[in-house]
């Protein structure tokens, strides 16, 4: 695994709003039911990938909540393609979520074995996982509302 994912946007939902969610064990709210507690996501890029991704941990401390992630390949269980922490943080619009982690060399599966081609995807991936997750944040926090 190699250093070098990177992704931010803002939910414009409260950090409690936010908070909440994200501590929700195993994320039901995202993508659909996979195998041993995981949920599959369809995530963007180029090419567009389903992915099995595990929330390992969350722990909420203070003002920040960290999240521990692993996507793995949908046909292959137990193999980890990028691995990352994704923060929320309050923020004045709302919560900032950041994301740093790693991701596998063969990501992109270039036949040079270039990793920069791995890189260019790992970050589309992490930005399509991260936009999903501040739509579903504020989806939730919206329907709550309506309650």
């Known amino acids: 695994m190699i250093q070098g ?5 803002v939910s ?9 969610v994200a501590l929700t064990p195993g994320w039901p709210w995202l993508g659909q039911a996979g ?11 180029v090419p567009p990938r389903r ?18 992630i692993e996507l793995l390949e949908v046909d292959r ?16 619009s709302g919560t900032r ?12 599966r270039d036949p040079s074995g270039d990793p920069e081609a791995s890189r260019h995807l790992a970050n589309e ?4 996982l991260i936009e999903k997750v501040a739509e579903e944040i504020e989806r939730l926090k919206g329907s709550s509302e309506a309650t």
């Not at 994912?5 to 946007?9: L, N, R």
């Not at 195998?35 to 963007?44: H, K, T």
């Not at 992915?51 to 521990?68: F, I, K, W, Y």
């Not at 979520?97 to 992109?108: E, M, P, Y």
């Open 97 to 108: 979520l950041t994301v740093s982690g790693l991701f596998a060399r063969d990501l992109a």
């Open 35 to 45: 195998l041993q507690g995981s949920r599959e996501v369809n995530l963007g890029g």
């Open 5 to 9: 994912v990177h992704a931010e946007t």
């Open 125 to 128: 991936y992490v930005r399509s």
């Open 77 to 92: 269980l137990f193999t980890p393609r990028i691995q990352i922490e994704l923060t929320l943080q309050p923020n004045d």
């Open 51 to 68: 992915v099995r991704l595990r929330v390992s941990e969350v722990h909420a401390r203070g003002h920040s909540t960290v999240c521990s």
């Open 12 to 20: 414009f939902s409260s950090y409690a709003d936010a908070r909440k």
